[in-house]
């Protein structure tokens, strides 16, 4: 450990020995025991697939991920990388650092640069705050806080302290073999690494709720596929693009791209329309949705099937309602806007990017067969003894047949 300064450091010191960073930690993830080696690989994974740019190297280290570029490219990389970081599942935060020798000097000239990055890019306020991991490292937090941070005002005289709400923090970490220093840090998306915990598949209508619920579900780490019910002619080419751009706009948040399935509704719709009375309409029609994405579900290897009511939305998900559609199929059925008031998904919508697609003012298939008053607290042996009417598993084929994927 070297405490003598060099002299003729003029106080941006030396980069060579630093070597650049973005470190990034983990939410959830640091907590499954058992668990832990392979949610962290696969979060790596994950990481260099949605991260837009060259990943240089991505390693664990003092229970982090470091993600090391060299220094000319840095800013550049920062500004790609952040927008991408803040959107992969799993991730607690992330900023940009510096590793440096267990040194003062090192350290000093570290925090200066990051200083004057900072200052550069508009920071007039600071605060300095070291963790000493390494107790063997021989001067207290404290008084590097004031060493350091008296460093930075000789180096940076735009800079004052504030200790409250500073527009610049700095962390000093002290290691047994290096030192971090890291500024810029920012929040991550938390939740899982998708991948982590099986597979889903999503019914998405093109409504503001559905895409909410297969987005909470990818970030308790499924792999989420989605499947749509269209009715050509009734529903046309926009109320398509629609759901493809809700896709689009998902997969931004994925490793990989989240596919499409695409399923023809009319017929099955046409026959219910004939053959139930009109109460019923929404529930049978449902049912269909759930038997269907349940054969899917069963071919394709998906856990379990997503949808986005809650109870109470529409008058038409009560719990008789929702029990009467969940025994169409013996898939497990995960309804993760469960808890949430509608404001709450509203503005969820808006900050993953839905919200604007979801509010095109092209009607999915079931807007156009809605009965003017459906039933509320549906009997479901009732509901079967309609069914009867119809030819299920002729419709469910001829359905299936025509899918299409994207
Ligand atoms: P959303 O905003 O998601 O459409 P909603 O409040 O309008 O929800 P419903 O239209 O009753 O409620 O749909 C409830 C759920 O049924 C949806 O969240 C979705 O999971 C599924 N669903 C409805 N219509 C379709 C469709 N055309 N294709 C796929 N899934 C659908
Ligand atoms: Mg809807």
């Known amino acids: 450990m070297n405490l003598r300064r060099n002299s003729s450091d003029p106080g941006g010191g030396e980069v060579g020995s630093a070597r650049h960073l973005i470190l990034i930690a983990f939410d959830e993830v640091a907590l499954k025991r058992g668990q832990r080696s392979r949610f962290i690989e696969q979060l790596r994974r994950n990481i260099l697939d949605q991260i837009d740019c060259e990943p240089g190297r991505l390693a664990l280290r003092h229970g982090r991920l470091e993600l090391e570029f060299r220094p000319e490219s840095e800013d550049e990389l920062w500004r790609r990388c952040s927008s991408s970081l803040g959107r992969v599942f799993g991730i607690k935060w992330f900023g940009r650092a510096e590793a440096v020798p267990v040194d003062l000097d090192a350290l000093e000239a570290a925090v200066v640069r990051r200083a ?20 063997a490292f021989p001067i207290e937090s404290q008084e590097l806080n004031r060493r350091v941070g008296a460093r930075v005002l000789q180096a940076a005289p735009e800079l004052s302290v504030d200790v409250h709400q500073p527009e ?191 509010i095109r003012p092209f009607e999915d298939c079931c807007v156009l067969f809605a009965p003017r008053k459906p039933a509320i607290q549906c009997d479901l042996k009732v509901v079967e003894a309609h069914e009867r009417e119809l030819n299920q598993d002729g419709l469910i084929d001829e359905a299936l047949e025509s899918l299409t994927s994207s």
């Not at 004057?116 to 107790?135: C, D, M, P, Q, Y």
């Not at 009319?266 to 139930?276: K, N, V, Y």
């Open 116 to 135: 004057i990055a900072a200052v550069e890019s508009g920071a007039r306020t600071f605060k300095l705050e070291h963790s000493r991991k390494n107790k």
């Open 168 to 358: 610049l923090l700095i962390v000093v970490e002290i290691r047994r073999d290096q030192v971090t220093v890291f500024a810029d840090r920012q929040p991550g998306a938390d939740g899982l690494p998708i991948g982590t915990t099986g597979s889903a598949l999503a019914l998405l209508s093109g409504g503001i709720y559905s895409p909410v619920a297969a987005w909470y579900s990818m970030k308790r780490g499924l792999r989420v596929e989605c499947v749509h019910f269209h009715s050509p002619p009734y529903t046309g080419l926009k109320a398509e693009e629609k759901v493809r751009d809700l896709v689009h706009a998902l997969n931004h948040w994925t490793p990989e791209p989240v596919r499409l399935l695409l399923v023809p509704f009319s017929r099955i719709q046409e026959e219910i329309a004939e053959r139930i009375p009109a109460e019923y309409w929404t529930i049978v029609q449902r049912r269909f949705m759930q038997r269907i994405a349940g054969r899917l579900a069963e071919q394709c290897g998906f856990d379990a099937l997503v949808v986005g009511d809650s109870i109470g939305q529409v008058a038409s998900q009560t719990l008789s309602n929702m029990a009467a559609i969940d025994a169409a199929s013996p898939h497990l059925v995960l309804r993760p806007l469960l808890g949430f008031n509608k404001a709450d998904i509203i503005a969820r919508a808006r900050t993953i990017g839905t919200y604007e697609i979801s």
